[in-house]
Nanobody, 121 residues
């Protein structure tokens, strides 16, 4: 079985910073894209940022310049450094990874359980 374990959420004041981390574990052959999504109350889940195994990144427009995604392929981890946080960044943040479990199998999407980020004074 595959598990994505997130950590690092919490309460922060506007303008503050938080770093989220996610570690993948289980019988994994390969991980393609890893990323972060978020879902605020009453809204659909949206992409925050994602990164390929080769290090190529893309960000949602509202996060560019404030958030930085990185990964460690050897440790199977992905992190999200969030700076200049705003109240509208408040959401549950989910780790996502496209994972291959066997050499000839397809890549499937896996999700973490989510970690709450609250930006409030």
């Amino acid at each position: 079985q595959v598990q994505l374990m997130e950590s690092g959420g919490g309460l922060v004041q506007p303008g503050g910073s938080l770093k989220l981390s996610c570690a993948a574990s289980g019988s994994i052959v390969s991980i393609a894209t890893m990323g972060w999504y978020r879902q605020a109350p009453g809204k659909e889940r949206e992409l925050v940022a994602r990164i390929t195994s080769g290090g190529s990144t893309n960000y949602a427009d509202s996060m560019k310049g404030r958030f930085t995604i990185s990964r460690d392929n050897a440790k199977r981890t992905v992190s999200l450094q969030m700076n200049s946080l705003k109240p509208e960044d408040t959401a549950v943040y989910y780790c996502n990874a496209r994972i291959q479990l066997a050499p000839t199998s397809r890549f499937d999407d896996y999700w973490g359980r989510g970690t709450q980020v609250t930006v409030s004074s």
